[in-house]
């Protein structure tokens, strides 16, 4: 599917001014150049163009609330310099897998002063030694390339996607053992009253035998008096 088509659809009659974020992954650019893309997207904020041929920026339209941009896996190798005129509040830019071979080829994006992230995998500037070094020196606004910072300190982001994947996995079975516990407590506690009750009736139970065994002992005390008061009076 050509770009123009697939932006269309996009839309889903919609306004262009609505719209805040745009994917035409895999989508196809006729002549390499942006196509479909005006500057009616005034408050187009995130843009994703993986893998759709592009391998000119020349005809891409003002996008002054841009702020993340993909163009992963395309055929750029230069005018970048139209980066910092349509989009010049780009904080995230995403050139891996193009033709990028020098440092001259990302020095345009110097003025792009709130450029915090830039990758560059798999473009040939990255064989290049002292890569690294080198791209922070020459783009000092930049936090992190390639995913990690100059101290080799991993973004932010990921890392914070990875602590939710794992809260969210050891969330089930922690929920499961708390509820485990919650019906052996509730078990021991219902057997435990059960033998409470058991225990007051063997005791109401013993009290009762003792009471009788007193009694008759009384009894069997006042007959032994009276046979005694019997024999005095005989004699």
Known sequence: MDMKKRITLELRNRSPAEIVELVVDNSRSADGEVEGLTDAFTELEFLS?????????????????????????????????????????????????????????VEALQNLKSLQSLDLFNCEITSLEDYRESVFELLPQVTYLDGFDQEDNEAP??????????????????????????????????????????????????????????????KRDVDDEGEDDDDDEDD
């Open 157 to 218: 982001d990921s890392e914070a996607d990875d602590e939710d994947e794992n809260g969210e996995e050891g969330a089930g079975p922690t929920g499961d053992y708390e509820d485990e516990d919650d019906e052996e407590e509730e078990e021991d506690g219902s057997e435990g009253g059960e033998e409470e009750f058991d225990d007051e009736d063997d005791y109401a139970e013993e009290e009762e035998e003792q009471a009788g065994a007193q009694g008759q002992k009384r």
């Open 49 to 105: 163009m993986i893998n759709v041929g592009v391998s000119s920026l020349s005809k891409l339209p003002s996008l002054p609330k841009l702020r993340k941009l993909e163009l992963s896996d395309n055929n750029l190798s230069g005018s970048l310099e139209t980066l910092s005129e349509k989009c010049p509040n780009l904080t995230y830019l995403n050139l891996s897998g193009n033709k990028i071979k020098e440092l001259s080829n």
